[in-house]
């Protein structure tokens, strides 16, 4: 078939016919162009085969439709999608599905072939102008998926592809029932406004790392890519970040690794689906928090398995670190005690942020814990179960940990709570002889009232805690802490105990309004509060609110305020107590307080004396399950009170058997305090005389009372020898030398420290019987050689009597200045000195200070081994001591100087020639 064109003079005639006959036809010649005319009109054939026509028409439609579907594919799945379709598509690509096999995985491509959801980007926020890079290897081993087409969600998605277990929506739908990835019209979403600090933050180089492992999860979802990246696209929507891209690379034979760049910095993951195992870590730089977001992190990457058992469970463990660097003036809770010892941490198999709650002036967090050095989490949950185990009928041995926090700052713990509380409350209650009115500053947790309430002699307790919210939480979420329901007589709430009176004011003003002494008190005069008459003075004052090395405002007025401190000392009865926490306890390599964190403690104990305050100890406990051990001060108005600071431990145990209120249950009271305990506390930690003697000037007793120093010579007993004295006709025995010895020496050291005792309830005692059946042999022999041969001291508080064992009894008084040992070097002599202007504790054993750890350590070596040489003794010399040294009681003191002179001046005798003679 052919067609053939003849054209002539612009016209055209279309010929169709068969093979002609003759040579023309034959050889199908053209006719020949002899001139111009000729060649205008001359004619022309084109032949075109229909196989030709067929395949241009098929051509143009091939082609139309390949660049109408490049089009299509492009606009709809992206450039990168349409590029990589091909190599997605390949055999190469294909993998067997985790646990169904390459059968299954044939038969059911499409998940496969399906796309990876896109970025979200929620409402309120814009993604600034980025330049994106990528390189990747292209293998078949992996494959790297990517998108930057960001799409808006309506304001509230409901659920996530990782809760479904029988399928996969790459979007999910929302509550009106539109696509998660819909472009329609996008609702409003409520933006939080930021506080002042948050905003600070958001710009400061700056942020916050959130690290999570979690175990027992579903091993097909951990390999699948789009289920795990459709999860991590939930999780930064639900945390208000904004996802820039991702990038996903399926491992052969399993497991995923994702990572996503967020505007704010990143979020990565990898899964070991054989194990069960994800690892997932947050970084942003925003300052809003990621704690919270943990349900969230636990429910969209926790997924079950589906045949798991009760112990198969997935479970967390996570650590959240602050990171960068902030301004040190903006306090971040999660920068303290919170961050460093709980969040910062990834040791526990419990970390459960239990309350966060921000009050008009705090913060509060309350943490569960349990590390599985001390605890174990299996024998926490079989003590839920009611099996019969020892665990199930001792559940209150294996409740996990349990810590709360203010303002990042760890205030107590569930396993600590009664040794801090009780360490705190009661040397200072058993320190008073019958405390009725008893202050509390602070202790809005309830605990130091419900100690306090243990004492049957308290009449009224007064806490005035700034927090009113705090008291409430606390009673909600650690209610043993202020649980009084088995105290006998009692209230189930303290707080609400009929003998207790909260008031829900700043402390400070509180006390300086009532006891300053200025006409601010008057103001109250006139209360209508008719439960307390808010002038009659405390026995007790205790301070249990921030710790000193806290550097806040607050905690600067509590420590370093001389008018609180006025106040609180015109607020106490004559023989009132205070007691306060000083926080963690100094080490032996710190320097003195006034030049560390701990300034506060030292400025305290400075404002504390000139108050008035006339004896002040500091001591430690060690289970309060803080970082360190607690230290506390107690401080006495009344020097003679620290009589009973230093009770002996069975007096102390019979007052707690007096009166400790008795329980309901059977169960003692008290859990951590008991007689020992108190007697530990009386000695307080050599750190705290370590660096009480680094301050400047070093304090003398620094240099002569800590311990034995083995520069000084001892001369020992052999030393010496008995006879009858030189120093008067009814002198009695005497000491002599029976050798040389020279100055600064110590005498009979071996022995001195051994003397027999008559601390200040004995020596009541015994005066008390004396007083009664003073004619009684027996005890008339015992007073004689109390009084005759003891020397008499107050470094306990009272009257102390104690009496060598060894020769040196028989020392006698050198008369006029005559002596040559002791440890007294004033230089009074029973005539110079005026026993009205010279108290006696200038010459006795009385502390030389009101607050003195180096004197309170080494009480016994101050009463009976501090004896020295005073100058060159020369071999049969005569040893002689200054009795005025020996006279501690205030209203002896004049009578005994009057007796010293009587018998130097031979108008009297001594106590033991007294009693020799009359027996």
Known sequence: LEARAVGSGGGVENIMSGPKNGTGGAKGASPRRSDSTDSANASYEVTVSLRFLLLSLASCVLLAFTVGRAARFILIEGFHNAVMAPHDQSSMRLRPDYHEGMAAFVANPPLVKKGLPPPIVLDGKEVPKTIYTSKNFDTAASTTSSNVLIERPPATIKGSSSDNHDGFEACPAAEDGTKACSRGKPKAVEVVPKTPQEEEEEHLPAGQH????????????????????????????????????????????????????????????HTWPDDGVILLDLFTCGSAPLVPLLPALQRLFGVPRIDAGEDEEPSMIWSHKLRGFRNLKSKNPLGSDLGSEVFDLMIYDLKDPTMTEQTIYQRIDIVETIEPRFQSIADYRQSLSDDGSYQSLHKELYLPERRVFLDGVLQSTRLGDEAYHESLVHPAMFAHANPERVAIIGGGEGATLREVLKHKTVKKAVMVEIDEEMVNLSHKYIPSWSDCSDLDGSADWCIEDRRADVYYEDAVAWFIDRFSGDDAADKNEEDDDDKLDNLDPFDIIIMDALDPQDDVPFAKVLYNSDKLVRALYQGMTENGVIVMQLGGSPFEHDPPDILTASKNRALMTDILAQAGFKSIHVYEEGHSKFMFPWSYLVAFKQYQSRALWYSNPAAVELKIHDRIKRTYSGKPALKYFDGATMSGYTVPPKAFETVFCRKNPVPEECLEARGFDPKYANAPVKSFEVKMSTVGEKSGRGVFAAVDIPANTRIAQEQSVHFVGF??????LLQSMFEKVGAAAALKSMYGYMHGYG???????????????SILTFVNHGCNGTYNMGFEKSGWTEWTVDSVKVPPGSLSGTTNSVYNPVNDRHLYQMMSGSDFTLR??????????????????????????????AQCSGEAVGTVTSYEEGK
């Open 210 to 269: 959130l690290l999570i492992d979690i175990k027992n999860v579903d091993g097909d979802f951990l390999n699948s890519e789009v289920r795990l990246a459709q999860a991590m696209i939930d999780i930064v929507t639900e945390s208000r970040l904004t996802l820039l891209s991702y990038h996903c690379h399926s491992l052969v034979p399993n497991g995923v690794t994702c990572v996503g760049v967020l505007l704010e910095s990143h979020v990565s993951f």
């Open 759 to 764: 601390p200040p309830d004995t020596c009541d």
């Open 791 to 805: 020397f008499q001291s107050r470094l306990m508080g009272d009257d102390e009597i104690y009496v060598d064992s």
């Open 872 to 901: 060159d003794i020369k071999k049969g010399e005569e040893i002689l001591d200054n009795y005025l040294a020996f006279t501690g009681s205030e209203e002896d003191w004049t009578k005994d100087v009057l007796d010293l002179r």
